[in-house]
Structures are given as C-alpha cells and as structure tokens.
C-alpha cells in the first residue's frame, strides 16, 4: 500500500466528518414534531436505500453480498443500531454538547484499545498522545467555558455505549469491505441496522408524525450525512487501519462548532477555541502516526533493512 493511498483514505474519513459534523445543525433546522429515535431510525432506512442503488450492479452480477459472513453483518449492522438508539438517549439525557463529546470522544480509545486485543500489539505512542489530544480538546471544546457540567449516570453510560458501538462497527466493517466493496457491505450492514432500529423508534418514539419539511431534512440525513459520509469512511477502510478511522472522525466537532458559529450564531469562548487548537493537533498526530505506519510496512513487505516495527512503533 503506497503513503498515496494512505493520504487518500485520510482525506476520505476527514471529508466524510465533515460531512457528520453538519447533523446537529441540519436537525437544529428541522421543524419541531418527530423524535430523535425516529430521525435516527429513518435516516438509516434512506441510507439503506442510497446504498442499494449503488450496489445493484454487483448484486444482479451476484457478485458481493451474497458472500459475506452473516454473524459479522449482524454484528456490525446491531453496532449501527445501538450507536444511533445510544447516542440520540445519551444525548437526551446528558446535554448535545457533553453527549456528543463523550460518545465521539471515547470511540477512538475504544477502538484502539480493541485493535490492541485483536492484533495483539499496542498502537505506537504517537498515535495514542495525538488520539488523547484530539479527546481533551473535543472535550474542551463541549465545556465551552464552563468549569464543569452534570449528568446522570445513565446518560454517560449511554454515550460512551455509543462510542463504543462506533468502534466496534468500524474494526468490523473493515473486513466486510475488503471482500465485497463498500457500497455491498454498507447495504448489509445499514440494512440490517434499520431493520433493527424501526421496530425500536416506533416504541421509544411513538406514533411516525412529521411535519412534510421535516422530511427534508431526514433525506439529507439519510443520503449525505450517512450515505455519502459512510461510503468515504468505508472507502478509506481500504488504505488506513480502523483505529485512525475513528480517531480522524475527530473532525466532526471541528465542522460542528464552524456551524454553530456561521449558521446557528453562537459565540463560543476562549476555552473552545483551545479546544479546537487541540482537536486539530491531535489530528495531525494521528495522520502522522498513521504515514509512518504505512511507510514502515511498505518497507517490510518489499524486503528492505529496518522494515518491521519494533515495540509498537509504527503500527496503529
């Protein structure tokens, strides 16, 4: 694998929460009337959607899904479904800027923490300062000037359920789509994770009422902040390891709190913008972290002198 393609799948998961930073506003503009369960649960049935028009000629070919492993599928589309039905009742329960930043925060520790177990080898150091970085300044970013917030205990519980449901999809889904591409096993996994979530938002949101601009704003959801967002990220999958993934979607907050400043009006204090200065270090770690990696076992797979890593350094 080439640092070309490397810097290929970082712009694709730095685009892709660009793009996820844009829902909070995109929901702050929506009309009153339809719950939050019920905007998770539709935007993952339009996704779903988005998806099979895109896999359609391989799934006519008879190409791709049919030969993907059913019980990682399951799995992966269960982690979908927990993390929007976790995160939408986590941040009910403990604030939009405290769930958001405990639920986003913790996925990247989360997700290195289960690569360590998975591959056996603990992530370079430099990655692990750049990924606590990028956490304290999401985390500081959320405070946002306060000297501290509450929440009870079952809203943290939640978010960092969410957090941890977005790791474990992304570690997952890695696989799924290096054997049939993104748009076939994003359309196994989104599918199944509506299927799971609709019955779900009908019990914890009610009756489906929604005024007809609410609509609107659910396509957008559906077709860019989760279709497209998820495609890039899916697609970066394929040249970075799944632990940086999580950490670069980091950049969400960053598009966020640009939002909230541009469209929504807020004013956010110096703490924030500290907070900012941190995320966006701490992305720069990672990448970092990450070139290195690839450069060092492009190294060993060509045979050259001081190619494999020693003691974690150059592995994520």
């Known amino acids: 694998m ?8 970082i712009a694709m998961v730095l685009l892709a929460a660009m793009l996820w930073g844009t829902t909070g506003t995109a929901q702050s503009l929506a009309p009153a009337g339809l719950s939050p369960y019920w905007v998770g649960a539709l935007r993952l049935a339009v996704a779903s959607g988005f998806f099979a028009l895109l896999a359609a000629p391989a799934l006519w070919g008879r190409a791709s899904a049919a030969r993907l492993p059913w019980r990682p599928v399951l799995l992966a589309g269960a982690c979908v479904a927990a993390y929007n039905l976790s995160f939408f009742a986590g941040v009910k329960a403990s604030g939009v800027a ?16 289960m690569q360590t177990l998975a591959q056996r080898r603990w992530p370079a150091p430099v990655w692990w300062a750049g990924t606590l970085l990028g956490v304290a300044g999401g985390a500081a970013m959320a405070l946002n000037g306060h000297a501290s917030v ?7 519980a939640l978010c960092l359920l969410a957090g941890l449901a977005y790791a474990a999809y992304a570690l997952l889904n ?29 019990v914890l949101g009610g009756p489906l009422r ?14 860019v902040a989760t279709g497209v967002a998820y495609l890039l990220f899916s697609h970066a999958l394929r040249h970075i390891s799944g632990a940086t993934a999580v950490t670069l979607a980091l950049a969400e907050p960053v598009t966020a709190f640009a939002l909230a400043i541009a469209v929504v009006g807020e004013a956010p204090s110096a703490m924030a913008f500290w907070g900012l200065a941190g995320v966006l270090a701490g992305l720069l770690l990672v990448i970092w972290a990450e070139l290195r990696a690839q450069a060092s076992r492009r190294r060993a797979a060509e ?14």
Not at 150 to 156: D, F, K, V
Request: positive net charge.
């Open 210 to 223: 929604a005024p007809g601009a609410t609509w609107a704003i659910v396509a957008y959801l559906g077709l």
């Open 174 to 202: 890695k696989p799924l789509v290096a054997q049939s591409g993104a748009a076939s096993a994003n359309l196994a996994v989104f599918g199944t994770a509506a299927l799971l979530s609709l019955p779900v938002a009908s």
């Open 2 to 9: 080439t640092t070309s393609h490397s810097t290929r799948g």
């Open 98 to 113: 405290l769930g958001t930043a405990i639920a986003i925060g913790s996925g990247p520790i989360w997700a290195g923490l």
């Open 303 to 316: 045979g050259g002198k001081g190619a494999l890593p020693a003691d974690g350094e150059g592995s994520v």
């Open 150 to 156: 509450s929440a009870p205990l079952a809203g943290i």
